[in-house]
């Protein structure tokens, strides 16, 4: 064989995809950025609207087909079968084998690729690893085919395990970020105060944060080693200043153990095939998570508002 | 030339963040970018998910500005379903369990699938087909064993149909290295069919 024989012949290793995936795949994506998504947000209203009547004609075709309901009720039923938002929320339950479970994973996906917040990345992570053990429960409960069955089974496993080592990484990747930014900043502030350096006062980085939030209005350092307040200086802050502490000096260690320990449990239940425990677990851990952010967002506010109260 | 200076436009409008636009080129694009693919992956299923995952990151693309409408088209595509075949790799690299039969079910899922899919465009009876498509089945397979650079230069020469600068300018090398690479490819290959040949 030559290579021109060779060439002439590499033109029939030409794939198409499948015409079925094609036209699933196509409405799944114009529902995807016409719909309630992230990316869609930012579309500007009037282009929304231009685009509806650009692709999704049917809204005066409507008007016209009215006086035929079987016709309009046809027009509906296609809508609903063929995708768009509606399938988009009929797919949320369905499991692999399921005409719409495609729909399912190609907004899984595509929800992860347009999120590039890590900690979001990761609740999404736990989230869909959720739903492959909600999945395999019905799986195992109603498919009866044993070989298909198992092939089912192995694949969500596979899925599982990957969606959740995911997680895992992304959870120690942001704790570990977080320390090292809590540690930064810490011995940043505490470089920069001239006033400190002149005291000759060398703190553990693990009183910075104290230092920082414990001084007085001429920002001479009030708090002693032990991270309790000098009265004198701001006594009414003192109780929720040591507890701000407290939880900072709690973060890194506990929050990393906590999740992945629950992340290992519900592993764990899984491996020993209590698909709904996972499942529970997984859901306990994504309210952590959410919980987190929120006592996060409550300790930064009453932060603030504590170095407004000091500094009047 | 008409159909270039269409694809600019068309090109332009999605830039501009037009959905309509976004529909005509998943249709024109969407053979073509699953096939780069499928030939990067060598699974129809991951195939079929980083498409819709490349078809979307192009209209974030679209949302965030980030289209340059002077850039030529296809080196920009094809590099980015490029990167998202390296990022799929690299997750698949962390994974720590994969299933090697699975894989080994939708390798021949795949092959069924091409295979039928060329029965039914060549439209030839099986006993007088067999023998072209058992080759052609063979080069895919001997397409496989080589070295990415290889079988990347070959899918988007033979079968992308892309020019040498465009090629050129997706995979980061001079027109004259991909010439080269081009060659080297085919020969490499040829040598892996005839190899097979020889045994059978």
Known sequence: ?312 | MLEKLKEKLLFSRLARKNKAAFDEFYCLYADRMYQYIYYKVNSKEDAEDLTSVFFLKIWGLAQEGKIDEAKTIKPFLYTVARNIVIDHYRKLSQQKTISLDLQAGREMDAEAATAKDFLADEKIDLPAGADKLFEIERIREKLFELKDEYREVIVLKYLDELEPKEIAAILGKSKGNVNVLAHRAVKALRELVEKENRIL
Do not use: C
Request: aromatic content about 4%; hydrophobic content about 35%; overall charge negative.
């Open chain 1, 1 to 312: 064989m030559t290579d021109r024989e060779l060439i002439a012949k590499l033109n029939s290793l030409k794939i198409k995809p499948d015409p079925a995936w094609k036209n699933r795949s196509r409405e799944i994506l114009l529902s995807q950025i016409s719909g309630g998504n992230e990316i869609s947000k930012k579309v500007k209203i009037l282009e929304r609207l231009d685009v509806w009547s650009e692709v999704f004609i049917p809204f005066d075709l409507l008007h016209k087909l009215a006086a035929k309901p079987v016709m309009v009720t046809g027009l509906v039923i296609a809508s609903l079968l063929g995708g768009g938002v509606f399938s988009l929320q009929a797919a949320k339950n369905t499991k692999p084998g399921d005409s719409l479970y495609i729909a399912k994973i190609v907004s899984e996906k595509a929800r992860t690729a347009i999120t590039f917040d890590e900690k979001e990345k990761a609740k999404l992570g736990v989230e869909f690893a959720g739903n492959r053990a909600k999945e395999m429960v019905r799986v195992i409960e109603e498919e009866k085919d044993d070989s298909v069955k198992n092939e089912k089974v192995e694949k969500l496993a596979a899925d599982f395990k990957k969606e959740l080592s995911g997680a895992k990484d992304r959870l120690e990747k942001i704790n570990s970020r977080e320390s090292d930014e809590s540690e930064n900043s810490g011995s940043g502030g505490a470089n920069g105060d001239k006033e400190e350096e002149k005291t000759g006062e060398n703190k553990p980085a693990d009183e910075v944060f104290g230092a920082n939030l414990g001084k007085d209005n001429n920002g001479i350092q009030v708090s002693d080693p032990s991270g309790s307040v000098t009265p004198k200086a701001n006594p009414e802050i003192k109780p929720d200043e040591k507890a701000t502490t407290t939880v900072e000096n709690e973060k890194p260690a506990e929050k990393v153990d906590a999740q992945v320990k629950i992340l290992n449990d519900a592993e764990e239940l899984f491996e020993n095939k209590d698909y709904g425990g996972a499942a529970e677990k997984l859901e306990e851990i994504k309210n952590i998570i959410e919980d987190k952010d929120t006592s996060q967002n409550d300790s930064a506010t009453s932060t603030d508002e504590k170095v407004e109260m000091s500094t009047k």
